[in-house]
């Protein structure tokens, strides 16, 4: 699953972060460790759209300088 965080109005807190739909065994929500930070410091990411095909992830931005990324 991937989701994006967007942090305070044009703050640069936005973040995205990727983690396994299911809990590994012998792990728990606290200390689960497939949960990964893609980036951070974005303005405000608020939208995702995965690419299975080219194996690409597009994001939107809605801070001051609204843009499109690429991961």
Do not use: H
């Not at 396994?20 to 792990?27: A, C, F, M």
Request: neutral net charge; hydrophobic residues 30%.
């Amino acid at each position: 699953m991937y989701w994006t965080q967007k942090g305070s109005p044009d703050g640069g807190q936005g973040r995205m972060f990727r983690k396994g739909l299911e809990i590994r065994v012998g792990q728990s929500a606290t200390n689960r460790t497939d949960l990964a930070l893609l980036l951070d410091e974005l303005p405000e990411s608020i939208d995702l759209e995965i690419d299975e095909k080219s194996k690409q992830i597009y994001w939107t931005d809605r801070g001051k300088d609204k843009k499109v990324g690429i991961l």
